[in-house]
């Protein structure tokens, strides 16, 4: 009998090996050999290449250290608060005019939305350079109306970066509300409104309470993208705006820091943890009520 059941046992296991491999070789190693690399003195070039050794918090202690660091720091948070509330605010709002409109409506509209969102990051970003360049389609129509022309991406090329990657990730959202609002019971609305409850009252009262968790999860997700946004930013200011995955960037592969580059990835790591705690909290919270 209880060889049956090792047997059945190995039977039932055995199949997930061939996956737990793959994690442990594509997830869990990578992430080790992240975490080692941030205490190293790893580097491309100098006697750092040919003689890598361990250096402790070194690091940690010359990023918290590096006034580079807060500044990029202090970037990563207004691109990451400017994107997350424009596209999960702009999503809603088109998911909500859609709702009431009819199919040929909804198609078309859709169709739009997500012809940016479908594009790959670097197009996406190609297509946004083009739009706020000083010949760009902006200062044309500018002109057209009688507007000087600005130069948006120098002047202000992190409003400009935060408007593009609004345009490039508000169709995630929109799908996201679109299906919460049509699993929206159609009675309960219904009820509100023969009780003299409003559009503006019922979105209130009715709505956003029925779809709350699908809001903070849509929140959620957008900032854990966002956070790593790379592409749309290095490609449209170089390195004027400097988030901290450009940052990291620079460090690691211009100035060939392979090991401090290690370390602000690591801090990137902790702020998409962080957010993501609170996010949990907040609709664990709000389930125990």
Same mark, same amino acid.
């Given at each position: ?29 990578? $992430? +080790?050999?992240? @975490? ?8 491309? &070039?100098?006697? #750092?290449?040919?003689?890598?050794? !361990? ?52 198609? $078309? +509209?859709?169709? @739009? ?8 990051? &670097?197009?996406? #970003?190609?297509?946004?350079?083009? !739009? ?158």
């Amino acid at each position: 009998m209880e060889a049956y059941k090792k047997k059945r046992f190995l039977e039932k296991y055995i199949y997930l090996v061939p996956a737990v491999l793959l994690m442990l070789f594509f997830f869990i190693w990578p $992430v +080790v050999l992240t @975490v080692y690399y941030s205490f190293t003195n790893l580097a491309l &070039t100098g006697t #750092a290449a040919s003689s890598q050794s !361990f250096v402790g918090l070194e690091n940690y202690k010359r990023m918290f250290s590096d006034s580079a660091v807060q500044t990029s720091i202090v970037t990563t948070i207004a691109f990451l608060i400017g994107s997350v509330v424009g596209q999960t605010i702009l999503g809603f709002i088109i998911a909500l005019l859609m709702k009431e409109k009819n199919r040929i409506f909804r198609r $078309v +509209v859709g169709a @739009v939305v997500l012809a940016a969102w479908v594009m790959p990051e &670097t197009v996406a #970003a190609i297509c946004a350079y083009t !739009f706020f360049t000083d010949k760009g389609t902006l200062n044309l129509i500018l002109e057209a109306v009688g507007t000087g022309p600005v130069s948006w991406l120098f002047k202000y090329p992190l409003a400009s970066v935060i408007i593009a990657n609004i345009w490039h990730g508000t169709a995630f959202s929109m799908m996201v509300y679109q299906s919460a609002l049509d699993n929206v019971p159609g009675e309960v609305a219904e009820s509100a409104k023969m009780d003299g409850a409003g559009r503006i009252q019922n979105l209130i009262y009715i709505t956003i309470p029925i779809i709350k968790d699908t809001i903070l999860t849509n929140t959620m997700l957008i900032t854990l993208s966002t956070l790593g946004t790379f592409g749309m930013v290095y490609t449209m200011t170089g390195t004027t705006v400097q988030t901290l995955p450009v940052f990291m960037y620079i460090r690691a592969f211009k100035n060939y820091e392979l090991g401090y580059g290690t370390a602000i990835s690591m801090l990137v790591l902790l702020i998409g943890a962080v957010f993501s705690i609170f996010y949990v909290r907040v609709q664990n919270k709000d389930g125990a009520k």
